[in-house]
């Protein structure tokens, strides 16, 4: 058997690197056509009346502050790519090894969904809640105590079967033994 390598997932959707390639482009023929525009004004300005010098210094924050946003749009573009492949290699890292992950979101394919809790200890009770994108409840159950990996098979509250293809929020209410609710885990998938 393979070492268990264990991480936490955030339940925060990945950055879309396609929409902010596609705005820098953007951004960058209004930063050049900013400059144009500034150099036209100073060219062609009445030398009896030049431009008020306000009005002067106005224009030049304006030209630092769209040149911070351009380059800050870049570094951020460069930061994403560096993450997307340090993304890669810690994946290739872990194939074929037996990886354990603690995630409030599980892709339901249609097969058994398999997971585990780590309960907090006093735990006498816990109650697990699956929920759709939608937050809508899909499925409720009492874990039975004492179980090491819990089965969710797609089944559904109102008696049908879930949508495959889908994410679930899985969240389990941990109570103690007088009752009292002592908060919320998500559960641990081993694959």
Not at 92 to 121: I, K
Not at 130 to 150: A, F, S, Y
Not at 157 to 181: C, K, M, N, R, V
Request: proline share 7%; charged share 10%.
């Amino acid at each position: 058997m393979t070492p268990v390598t264990s991480a936490t997932a955030s339940p925060q959707p990945p950055i879309a690197a396609a929409a902010a390639a596609a705005s820098e482009p953007a951004i960058g023929k209004e930063f050049n056509s900013f400059i144009k525009l500034l150099i036209a004004q100073m060219r062609n300005q009445d030398p009896l009346a030049p431009i008020d010098s306000t009005q002067f210094v106005q224009q030049l924050a304006t030209f630092s502050s769209l040149e911070q946003q351009v380059n800050s749009n870049t570094q951020l573009g460069s930061i994403a790519s560096m993450m997307g492949n340090l993304t890669g290699i810690m994946a290739g890292q872990v194939l074929g090894q037996t990886v354990s992950l603690q995630s409030s979101w599980l892709p339901y394919s249609g097969q058994p969904v398999q997971f585990s809790a780590d309960l907090p200890e006093g735990t006498t009770r816990s109650v697990l809640s699956i929920r759709d994108q939608g937050g809508q409840t899909v499925w409720t159950e009492t874990l039975l105590p004492g179980t090491p990996v819990h089965s969710w098979d797609g089944r559904s509250t109102a008696g049908g079967q879930a949508p495959a293809g889908e994410l679930y929020e899985f969240s389990i209410d941990t109570y103690s033994l007088d009752g009292q609710y002592t908060g919320s885990i998500a559960p641990r998938v081993t694959g």
